[in-house]
């Protein structure tokens, strides 16, 4: 994917979790994020066995196919390709990125997260096509996730050059907050998968992104 499409793509990433589900699906919270306007989708599990995990991202992969939207898999290569999704993302603890690139082939998108300026730079060398860094507001989502400052947000931006995505605690409340930090888009787990009307939610949460992303 070219670096102006990834970045686009970039802008409003969903990245799911089924914590808030209630009686509904995945795929339809999915699809009413799509439908108001997210641009990429990642599919996070972390309870699912293996056999169900696979079922989800095949379910996701062909919804996102649908829409024209880059899906990945979070931190496992096996099911990526086993779905053939469009790429994968990896932590600072999960499979190391030249590991990940190998095994994906250098079509696919590899997005590694990063909290420090050293760590975006190893990540680069090694194959990353963009960076996931965070948490830039305090998180719920992940209680274990280190806060990064939006100043070394943009120490990390300046230092590399592929793409930057922010992530943790982004709302419609503190989204602005990004302008100028020099990444290109939000990285959102609650504010759209919380939210009573995801489809509102996304709509709202992409106006935004319009304002605060160039």
């Known amino acids: ?3 102006d499409d990834l970045c686009a793509a970039l802008r409003l990433y969903a990245v ?5 589900l209630g009686n509904g699906t995945l795929s339809d919270a999915v699809e009413a994020a799509l439908r108001g306007g997210a641009t990429m989708v990642q599919l996070r599990e972390k309870s699912l066995t293996q056999a169900d995990f696979l079922q989800e991202a095949k379910t996701l992969a062909a919804l996102c196919a649908r829409f024209q939207i880059p899906f990945l898999i979070n931190d496992n290569l096996e099911i990526a390709l086993a779905c053939n999704a ?7 603890d999960d499979m190391a990125p030249q590991k990940a690139r190998a095994l994906l082939g250098p079509g696919k998108i590899l997005g590694v997260s990063a909290h420090t300026v050293d760590q975006a730079l190893a990540a680069e060398k090694t194959g990353a096509d963009y960076l996931g860094v965070g948490a830039v507001f305090s ?3 992940k209680q274990d996730a280190a806060s990064v400052p939006l100043e070394t947000v943009r120490e990390i931006c300046q230092a590399v050059s592929i793409p930057v995505v922010a992530i943790g605690g982004i709302s419609a409340d503190n989204i ?3 302008q100028n930090s020099g990444v ?3 990285a959102v787990v609650s504010a759209l998968f919380a939210a009573e009307d995801i489809f509102s939610a996304a709509q709202n949460l992409s106006r935004l992104t319009k304002e605060a992303f160039l």
């Open 86 to 92: 469009d790429g994968v993302h990896v932590g600072q």
């Open 16 to 20: 799911t979790d089924r914590s808030w």
């Open 176 to 178: 602005l907050s990004l």
């Open 139 to 141: 998180t719920a989502t």
């Open 1 to 3: 994917m070219k670096k």
């Open 184 to 186: 290109v888009g939000a």
